[in-house]
């Protein structure tokens, strides 16, 4: 029996909380991640505390934050100087990753500021550039598997906007647009919406409790049409490296009589060069705002396809591709291999397996075949939109290109028991919210997950490729393999999630060595990642080498004119500022697997 752990937030208690309507599902799967960790919640720290900024002595840092301190108040500059907790997805930490990859206590800030207003995030970057600190911005800092909260740089100063900028400033029904402050999750919004009974969708992730701008600038994806995210942005309020405020699109057009302008959240690019790209990952300014479309609500019926092989994976991305182009498809449908099935109930991979190493698939297998998808490899995850004429036709359209494949299966979700997981990606489909997704982490005692994200054509000899790589490797580091790809017609997110668990050095090696070899032989391929953690950052953006490394050159241009301190994240997408470059900062080789078990990824030279 689960011993019950203290309730999760609600969105009344916190800005970073659950909705009413999950408070027992937050609770219950919250119970579940605890009675399977093993791990104290917190381990006495070693080093000198706070750790410091690097090349900075303890009387200047100190003297620094006083100066802060009085700028803010007092209540609003935290040492991060306790105790580190890693909780979970709600009760998250902005102290350090919660899914540490290096030690603990490696990744972590001096402190942490909460600005209340534009105008103060100004203040603690300029702020920052007097006294030479490095700051960086999260907006909620949940990017689980990505980093977290944590600073690329140790000592860094965490700007936790989420805490006091997480109002919705403004959702236009007709224009079906909304602008957000950076505290702002897809729970909040999807709330509100609700409460104003306005006939619109959000699209949200597959969690729900991330900041829907946070998400955006990094470029996150999520499942109705409007699934990318930073595609369905319009407008940004952005604080620069040097404490200047820049709007763009139409923003930088002001209103009339001092409003802001009427077409801000309804033309992106506006006049001249579209700037938005480049403060998507990047560190080349703070967020502040953010204008997003929302779509119209409309009709939706989801589906699961199911396919008996194996070898069937290179035909199911041939019979995707024309459906995705001609629009047929819906929205990113989901293709899955089998193993997740198991996984998604949220039961413990000890439940399926006794033996060490991953999972047989012969136990996966074994498995399914006493399960609603039966005995098969492949699991489909579609949805289609629009009136109940029009989502008729698109599903025989669908029906009959899949059933091309001997042996495929079709379900609606009334065809399964309403625990099954494809009702919760009905909902997340239809712009609904919800945890669900958690229940991965049940898999392993103490679990935290690296995505391995390489984008590939959707081609069968390239997904062949990719995904065999994934297979050799993970069979070589000796973790399960969990692929989800999220199809478009021209490209596919090919994410790997790879779970370890974090009080295991062992297991932390291996993840990180599996991680540093998976990068590099998909890029020997051809095939580059679309987002990474923090740690693997220089790795993947050192893959983006053509023709001398041109685009860092570039983006390292970028970041010299626009912060000529270095004094925002640096580091972060692997673009270090120039007082930063070559003095051994960048991590290209083992430098993560050694610093596990004791070592540090810090170079010991000045700045
Ligand atoms: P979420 O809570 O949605 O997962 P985070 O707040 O963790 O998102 O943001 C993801 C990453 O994007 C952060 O680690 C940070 O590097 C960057 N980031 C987040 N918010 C901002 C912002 N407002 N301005 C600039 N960069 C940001």
Redesign the pocket.
Known sequence: MTKSTTPPPTLQQKYSGVPERLASIAQEAKDRLYSNKTAPESVPRQRELPRLPPNITREAFNGAISVLRQKLGSGNVVLNDKPLVDGWYIE?PNTHDAFHVVDQEELVCSAIVYPGSTTEVQSVVKWANKYSIPV?????????G??????RVPGSVV?D??RRMNKILKIDAENASCVVE?GV?YFALYEEIQRRKLPLWIDT?DLG???????A??R?VGYTPMGDHFANHCGME??LPNGGLLRTGMGALPGKDGTDNPTWQSFQPAYGPYSDGI?S???F????Q?GFWLMPETGHQSYMVTFPNEEDFPSIVEIIRPLAQKRILGNIPQLRHVVQELNVTGLPKSHWYSGSGPIPREVVRRHASKMDCGNCSWVFYGTQYGDDASIKTQMNIIKDSFSKIEGSKFFLPSDLPSEHYIHSRALVCSGVPVLRELDWLNWKPNAAHLFFSPITPTRAEDAKIVHEINVRLHQKYAFDLFPTLCVAGREMHYIANIIYDRSSDDEKKRAAGLMRELIAASAKEGYGEYRTH?LFADQVAGTYNWNNSALMRFNETIKDALDPNGI??PG??GIWPKKYRGKGWEITGTEVGNAIGGGSITPKSKL
């Open positions: 998250h960086y911005p999260i907006s909620m800092g949940r990017n689980v990505y980093g977290g909260s944590a600073p700007i906007l989420g950076p999750s992730p409790g991330g900041s829907v701008l946070g998400n600038i990094d996150g952005i604080v403060f990952q990047s560190n300014g703070i967020v502040c953010m923090v925002l994240a972060r997408n």
